[in-house]
Nanobody
Framework: QVQLVESGGGLVQPGGSLRLSCTAS????????MSWYRQAPGKGRELVAT????????NYADSVKGRFTISRDKVKNTVYLQMNSLKPEDTAVYYC???????????WGQGTQVTVSS
């Protein structure tokens, strides 16, 4: 059974930091592109950061460049999103995504809420 379990969300003040985790099971983690998306209230889902299966190519949305870092731990089958210098506009539900392009396989986590507010 495929599972993506996210954790680490919460309430933080502007300028603060959070680290999101997404632990994968039920598939071969190293074969999948791992990404973080977010969806703010009343808006569409936005791609935040992506790490290719080998971790050798990483991309970020312009809005988070220099503040967020995606990384993956092959031993723990976990992908992380380190978020620094958080802004109120970063408030959203953050979703973990696993994708294997060659087989058109896509999996989603349940989402974790991040709220940036004073």
């Amino acid at each position: 059974q495929v599972q993506l379990v996210e954790s680490g969300g919460g309430l933080v003040q502007p300028g603060g930091s959070l680290r999101l985790s997404c632990t994968a099971s039920g598939f071969t983690f190293s074969n999948y592109v791992m990404s973080w998306y977010r969806q703010a209230p009343g808006k569409g889902r936005e791609l935040v950061a992506t790490s290719t299966s080998g971790g050798d190519s990483i991309n970020y949305a312009d809005s988070v460049k220099g503040r967020f870092t995606i990384s993956r731990d092959k031993v723990k089958n976990t992908v992380y999103l380190q978020m620094n210098s958080l802004k109120p506009e970063d408030t959203a539900v953050y979703y973990c995504n696993a994708r294997r392009v060659i087989f058109s396989l896509v999996y989603w986590g349940q989402g974790t809420q991040v709220t940036v507010s004073s």
